[in-house]
């Protein structure tokens, strides 16, 4: 998408085009996210939600992750924290509308699907303005107006482009499944889990289901820590045991009990998520396109603000010790599961460069390859592989890319076969009993020709 594509291009020509030039922009985004939950925490007397977002799963996942997860929760935390000056109580700023169009700009134009979440605010502060009756100053007026003028443009530009025809990963029809992944991802299971293609494979019956079985234990225990967490925090509004809490503006400790400032943005926070992944899936069954979390990642800081709160409740009240206990048992759970997503092996990123260094000493033994897998990482990582066929020196390097019939290479390198092989062409040859497995990288394996 737009600035997805021009973010990256333009952070190449500064800083280069390697592997961690291309990961560390990601940073930049994370420290934007970081500053704008910082904001938010302040306005309503959190100061612990950066640290909070800071320890997700789902963000340490993305983080290593060379497309634009990171730049769409950036986008949506800054439309949280332009949104959350729209409170009850609050001053609505300038700064809140300043906020609010960056977040909502950042979030459309780096993908298409930022939209939902856009879009859900855009209702949430509607309704709040009719609530409110709210004012707005000339200032804040015209910039929102010239934002809209830009959303617009850029409406009209992804009209356009759906009009000529999409395309994506079509390997996985489109099911309940989907929106599962996406709670599984934003709930932070994925890393006391099993790995992410190793699930995948199980849900679509490529794999074994006894596989989950060694995780079972520590799925079990963040699900129950999850619903405590909630039990203690709906106990404490029906026993209305709420505490004083909520905006620094004007909003303080000399306010009645039954303060419900917090409610408003818990509502927020869990409202935009549910109307994305809800919208997403309907949207997905018309066009058949499956999708991920990462589609929705400008929808998660709303997400963490939504737990966020239900934590800060959960420690108040009659059940505070059953909150404090389950609380402090998720910050644990997603602390491990972020750690196990950077170290454990399972949760490694695919190899494409170990593949693509081993396809490069085979074509430099004057061997013929059959590249069964994605071709433009191939080629980032100095693979010769087009569309059509091209020679290496002395070997030669051709794209499997799911065809009838792959000939008979010397060596093949294949990955995910359900995406590479989805006609079987290639593991057909595999199993035609005149190849053998050399070696293999995350998500590769490596046959070569027997010798006779």
């Known amino acids: 998408m737009p600035l997805g594509m021009f973010s990256f291009w333009a952070w190449s020509r500064v800083f280069g085009a390697g592997e961690l030039a291309m990961r560390s922009i990601n940073l930049v985004w994370a420290a934007i996210a970081l500053a704008a939950f910082a904001r938010v925490g302040r306005l309503l007397l959190i100061p612990w939600l950066p640290v909070f977002f800071a320890i997700q799963p789902f963000v340490w996942y ?16 800054l439309l949280l924290a332009g949104a959350t000056g729209f409170l009850p109580g609050g001053k609505k700023a300038a700064m809140d509308a300043v906020l609010l169009c960056l977040g909502g700009l950042l979030l459309s134009g780096t993908h298409i699907l930022g939209m939902l ?79 992410r293609q190793d699930l995948r494979d199980i849900m679509k019956g490529m794999a074994s289901s006894f596989g989950i079985f060694p995780f079972i234990p520590g799925l079990i225990l963040l699900a129950a820590a999850y619903l405590f967490l909630f039990a203690a925090a709906t106990k404490s509004w029906m026993t209305r045991e709420i505490p004083p809490a909520a905006c620094a503006q004007g909003i303080g400790p000399k306010c009645p ?96 460069r170990g593949a693509a260094t081993e396809a490069l000493k085979l074509s430099t033994a004057g061997k013929t390859i059959w590249w069964a897998a994605d071709y433009l990482c191939g080629t980032y990582y100095g693979l010769p592989t087009q569309d059509t066929e091209i020679t290496g020196s002395p070997g030669k390097i051709f794209p499997a890319r799911n065809r009838d019939d792959p000939g008979s290479p010397d060596a093949i390198i294949l990955s995910r076969c359900d995406i590479f092989d989805s006609r079987g062409s290639v593991a057909r040859l595999i199993g035609s009993g005149t190849y053998e497995k050399i070696c293999g990288f995350k998500a590769f394996e490596v046959w070569e020709k027997k010798k006779r």
Request: charged share 10%; proline share 5%; hydrophobic share 55%.
């Open 62 to 77: 993305y983080t290593n992750y060379a497309r634009t997860p990171l730049m769409q929760m950036a986008g949506g935390a």
């Open 117 to 195: 979440p856009l879009a859900a605010v855009a209702c949430w502060i509607v309704l709040q303005g009719i609530w409110q009756k709210l004012r707005f100053s000339l200032g804040a007026k015209t910039l929102l107006f010239l934002s809209m003028s830009v959303l617009i443009a850029l409406s009209a530009y992804y009209v356009t482009t759906l009009l000529h025809g999409i395309s994506g990963d079509k390997y996985w029809v489109v099911s309940p499944a989907n929106v599962f992944f996406v709670i599984y991802e934003f709930l932070g299971f994925s890393g006391v889990g099993p790995g």
């Open 257 to 352: 009990a039954r303060s419900y400032v917090l409610l408003s943005p818990w509502l927020m926070g869990l409202g935009v998520p549910l109307l994305s992944v809800s919208a997403l899936f309907l949207i997905a069954l018309a066009l058949g396109q499956p999708f991920w979390g990462r589609e929705l990642a400008g929808a998660f800081p709303f997400w963490i603000l939504a737990l966020g709160i239900t934590i800060h409740w959960a420690r108040q009240g009659i059940w505070r010790k059953v909150g404090r206990l389950a609380g402090g048992a998720i910050l644990i759970c997603l602390l491990t599961s972020s750690l196990l997503i950077r170290f454990a092996p399972r949760h490694r990123h695919d190899d494409y």
